[in-house]
Each structure stands twice: as structure tokens, then as C-alpha cells.
């Protein structure tokens, strides 16, 4: 720690619109490890070196420990000051569960305690009255019963990095580690050195206003200029941090992880393209993201008709939203990246965020029955369309109107409530996570923690020795989730299925 101490420099980064929009979320994922060959203590994953190559990677990651703070003009920043450091959580401890308890109870982390992922998935100082920081990054390694394995969580606020960012950070201290590993044991190699771009001066050039070409779905989750969003935006992060999670705690959840094997996904996308458009070409990830789409919407609509309106999220949506709630649509919020689109040179080491959502929204009658190949591929089309208009106009266009006003982020999540079927999809493939290999080799298991808000969907890659099939990590409602894996058509396609509450 005293060598990152000594290496801070003070600085000041305002944050893009970007990153305001899912600031009130941290990414945070679980990595586990096992200890196969049965190494000793000081052998397997040893506490010293993990901790000396996390502080050294923070070095290299020094707004992990700035303060997120609003200016009088509602403009967020990081302020990071050598004098009044935020620091990470870092924590090293052991239970007596061992790996292969673990495994059996499928990976349930219930089973580490209460206090081992305490930072979940909203950004918000520990307490409700205390005057707290909020940390911008916890890390907790987690030490099986008898040496067995070891489970690694990483959790970052989401208005740092983007999955991108978030990867580099992991995969850069596993590098460091391996590196001290090499020099405890005589090895000569120097470090090989990286470089990262933490500067939000890198995306300021796209922001054009210059042009017409975004979508009228998305245009109009961006005019939500009610009051309270201007006041939400202007509070405190820790108030906001608050209230955020007071809204997404207001009903009980879980995490759902599916697994599908490669061949069911294959018979799948075979099925759908027979009824695509002629010559539309649709990826696996368009069709697995409109399959998530009848479950999720179907699920939902059979608990609402079977509990009629709950009146607390009714409450919340009149308030936060435009009070026009938007029954007779679904709303497919995907996750695209901006790095593949954007000609500017070193986007694969820029850390901040590059996602956006393309909102899509889908009549509501198409996706409350049970999915047939036609339906299925009419909404992967949608999906098609909606990625491939993701152009340098429309990033243009997305980017000023994120970044035009101070509440801007706020008018955007304020609107997707006007939706009260609708589901957020991101898939993390291209992250490589079980590339994070620490020296002690790649992990058994990589899953992510609970996300933030309900309907909440990640695809997943899996073990490379389990071949291509996928993982569909979805954090739900417990009601949802009992509609969900009563869904016939959809546990027919799943292989396996595991939870975490």
C-alpha cells in the first residue's frame, strides 16, 4: 500500500455522460479457483503477493481511490487527493466451507456469510446515516475450507470502467501476481508495462451535435424533463447512492445462471434463421437476447396478471417517470460497444465507458405467448437492426444528448420507467474472463454478482473445457424467477440451472 501512496498523483476527472448513466451500478463478478494439486497455504494463491500485486496494479488504476462528488453545478467528478485518499477495500480471510461443499450447493455464495460481497451492486456508503464515502472499488479473496480453492470478488463502480475497463484492471493485477510469483522464485523478466487510458478528453471528440440520426425510442427516454430528475441528479452521490438502492431493494430477488450447451444453441439459431428475413443475417447473441425477451416479458406478465398492479412500483414509476406508463410495449435494452465502431486509435486501452443501450421496443401481444421460430425471429430482427444502426452518426447524437445538461443521465433512466415490461441484456463475451489466471491457473468458474436493477441479463461465455455452450446469468424478482423455470419452452433449451439468493 505505501508504494501506491507514494506513486498518487492529485487530479481532478469529471466524468462522461457515459458513465453517468450507469453510475448507480458497480460491475462486480466472482472468480473461483481451486486448488487441485492441493498446495500448500504459502503456496496456493499466497495472501502477501496477491495483496503487493493489487496494490501495484492500483498504481496503474489510481481513480479507484478518488471520491465521487457533484460540483454546485451538477456536474459529477473523481477527485483524488494524495492527502484524503479513498482507499479500496481490500480484505483476505477464510472460511471452513470447502470447494467441493461449494460446488455441490452450486457456487451459492450465501454459503461464504453475509459480510464477503458486501458492496453488491449499487454504489452507496456502508449505513444509512453515516457520513461515509462511497468506495469506488472492493476486492474480498475469500479462502476455502482446507485449502481448497479460493473465491476472488471484484467489485468496481460502474461509472469508472465498462466491462472493457473492468477486465483490463483484473487481468492486469493477475499479470503483476504472476510476475511476483516468477521473482520469488529467482526469475529475471521485467514487468511488461501497459498503458491505459483513464481520460475522458478521449471520447469528447465524437460528442456532435451535428446530426438527426438517433432513434425516436431512445430520443424520447432523454426528454423525461421532470423535476425530480433535475433534483436527483443534483444531490450528493451518497444520497443518490442511497435512494438507488433503497428503490431496486424494493422487491426480493435472485440470481437465475442457465447453462445451454452449444448444441441446443445451434438447433435454436438454426430454427429462427429458417424464418428470418431473406439475406438478414442474425447472430447468436441477437437470437438469445430475443429468446431472454418472451421469457422475461412472458413471466412478468403472468405475475402481474395473477397479482394485478403491485402498489409500490406503481407508486414509484408515477413519480420517477412520465406518469404514461407504457403497457402495450416490451422494452429490449442491449448492450453494444462503442470500441468496434469508432476509428480513434488505442480504444482497446481507454477504461471508461464505452456501452450504450439500444432500446428497442416490441409489441407487447408478440412476446407474452409461447415463442415460435417466426415470432423469435421477427424480434431478433429487431434486434439486427437496432446494432447495426449503431453507426458513428447515431454515437454521435447518443453522446451529446448524454452530455448536454448536468441531469441528462438522470432524463434517461427516468424514462426507461415509463416501461413497465422491460429487461436489460449485455453480453460479456468479448471480456475473456476465464483469461484472469493469477499464476494458479485460469478459473473453475467465473459468474457475475448480482446486477442492479430487476430483469437484468447477462450472457455469459463458459469454461473453455466445457466447449461453447453459454451461461445465462439473470438477476429477477422471485416471483419472475418462479414463472421463469416453470417456462416450458424455455427449461427445455437449459441444461442445467443453479441460484443464488
Known amino acids: 500500500m505505501d508504494d501506491f501512496i507514494k506513486t498518487v498523483k492529485p487530479q481532478k476527472m469529471y466524468l462522461d455522460g457515459l458513465d453517468k448513466i450507469i453510475s448507480g451500478a458497480n460491475i462486480a463478478f466472482y472468480y473461483w479457483y ?16 496477491l495483496e503487493q500485486a493489487f496494490y501495484k496494479t492500483l498504481c496503474e488504476f489510481p481513480l479507484f481511490a478518488g471520491t465521487l462528488t457533484t460540483d454546485s453545478n451538477g456536474m459529477v467528478y473523481v477527485q483524488v487527493s494524495k492527502d484524503n485518499l479513498n482507499l479500496p477495500v481490500y480484505t483476505d480471510s477464510a472460511c471452513d466451507v470447502d470447494f467441493g461443499t461449494i460446488r455441490d450447493d452450486g457456487f451459492n455464495t450465501k454459503l461464504l456469510g453475509r459480510d464477503f460481497d458486501h458492496a453488491r451492486n449499487v454504489p452507496a456508503p456502508a449505513g444509512i446515516f453515516s457520513g461515509r464515502k462511497i468506495k469506488l472499488a472492493e476486492t474480498h479473496v475469500m479462502r476455502l475450507g482446507g485449502n481448497s480453492g479460493v473465491c476472488v470478488f471484484v467489485s468496481v463502480a ?14 492486469r493485477w493477475a499479470e503483476i501476481n504472476r510476475w511476483l510469483l516468477a521473482c520469488n522464485k529467482g526469475g529475471s523478466e521485467p514487468l511488461p508495462e501497459r498503458q491505459y487510458i483513464h481520460d475522458r478528453l478521449f471520447l469528447s471528440e465524437f460528442w456532435n451535435a451535428e446530426t438527426d440520426r438517433i432513434d425516436p425510442v431512445t430520443a ?12 436527483i441528479a443534483w444531490l450528493s452521490p451518497e444520497t443518490r447512492g442511497r435512494i438507488i438502492k433503497a428503490m431496486v431493494s424494493i422487491n426480493k430477488r435472485i440470481n437465475c445462471y442457465f447453462y445451454i450447451s452449444q448444441d441446443k444453441v445451434s438447433k435454436l439459431c438454426s430454427d429462427i434463421k429458417e424464418n428470418a428475413t431473406k439475406g438478414q443475417r442474425l447472430s447468436t447473441n441477437d437470437i438469445l437476447t430475443a429468446t431472454t425477451a418472451f421469457l422475461i416479458v412472458k413471466s412478468m406478465r403472468i405475475v402481474d396478471i395473477e397479482a394485478q398492479a403491485k402498489p409500490i412500483p406503481t407508486i414509484m414509476r408515477y413519480i420517477f417517470g412520465k406518469r404514461t406508463e407504457k403497457q ?3 422494452l429490449v435494452s442491449v448492450g453494444v460497444s462503442l470500441r468496434p465502431r469508432v476509428t480513434q486509435p488505442d480504444v482497446l486501452e481507454y477504461t471508461g465507458n464505452m456501452m450504450i443501450a439500444r432500446l428497442i421496443t416490441v409489441p407487447l401481444e408478440l412476446v407474452v405467448v409461447d415463442p415460435v421460430p417466426s415470432a423469435l425471429a421477427k424480434v431478433s430482427g429487431y434486434i439486427r437492426n437496432a446494432v447495426n444502426n449503431t ?23 427516468l424514462g426507461l420507467l415509463e416501461y413497465k415490461y422491460n429487461l436489460m441484456v449485455s453480453n460479456q463475451a468479448l471480456f475473456n474472463h476465464y483469461d484472469v489466471d493469477f499464476g494458479m491457473d485460469i478459473p473453475v468458474l467465473v459468474r457475475p454478482a448480482f446486477l442492479t436493477f430487476p430483469n437484468s441479463i447477462l450472457i455469459m461465455p463458459c469454461h473453455p473445457d466445457a466447449g461453447k455452450g453459454y451461461e445465462i446469468a439473470m438477476t429477477l424478482t422471485t416471483e419472475v424467477a418462479a414463472k421463469a423455470i416453470q417456462d416450458e419452452h424455455w427449461m427445455g433449451l437449459v441444461d442445467r440451472c443453479d441460484y443464488d439468493v
Not at 427516454?221 to 430528475?229: D, L, R
Open 220 to 231: 424520447n427516454s432523454m426528454e423525461n424533463n421532470s423535476t425530480i430528475s433535475k433534483w
Open 391 to 413: 453507426d458513428a452518426e447515431f454515437i454521435c447524437q447518443f453522446g451529446h444528448l448524454a452530455n448536454r445538461k448536468p441531469d441528462s443521465y438522470m432524463q434517461i433512466l
Open 328 to 330: 402495450q410495449e416490451a
Open 34 to 49: 481451486e486448488n487441485k494439486e492441493r498446495r500448500p497455504w504459502n503456496a496456493f494463491m499466497p495472501a502477501a503477493t
Open 158 to 171: 460502474h461509472c469508472l470502467v465498462d466491462g472493457q475497463g473492468y477486465s483490463l484492471f483484473v487481468k
